[in-house]
């Protein structure tokens, strides 16, 4: 079992930054790759970013492409989320997550809010 910890979160006027934290209870580098997903009001929960642990080859949608970026710290187990340029369509709560095999997610944090007004 991989329990996941989000923090970070909290409210943010468009166009600045925000750094979300996600600490995981295992060696992340036993973990095939971590990701983080957003779930805005009314919509699906949609992935944002995901590392793979070995190596740390990343994946972005278009929309938050050039603005977010994933990264972690193997001696912390810990994954970071840095947003930049945010927009209010960018709201919603942000998840992370773990995947014992991408693309396929097993496990979930509790989810930390984000809101970005304008």
């Known amino acids: 079992q991989v329990q996941l910890v989000e923090s970070g979160g909290g409210s943010v006027q468009a166009g600045g930054p925000l750094t979300l934290s996600c600490s995981a209870s295992?060696?992340?580098?036993?973990?095939?790759?971590m990701g983080w997903f957003r779930q805005a009001p009314g919509k699906e929960r949609e992935v944002v970013a995901a590392?793979?642990?070995?190596?740390?080859?990343?994946v972005y949608p278009d929309s938050v492409k050039g603005r977010f970026t994933i990264s972690q710290d193997t001696a912390k187990n810990t994954v970071y989320l840095q947003t930049n340029s945010l927009k209010p369509e960018d709201t919603g709560i942000y998840y992370c997550a773990a995947a014992r095999r991408c693309p396929h997610f097993d496990y979930y944090g509790q989810g930390t809010q984000v809101t970005v007004s304008s």
């Open positions: 295992v060696n992340i580098q036993s973990i095939n790759c």
């Open positions: 590392i793979y642990t070995d190596g740390g080859s990343t």
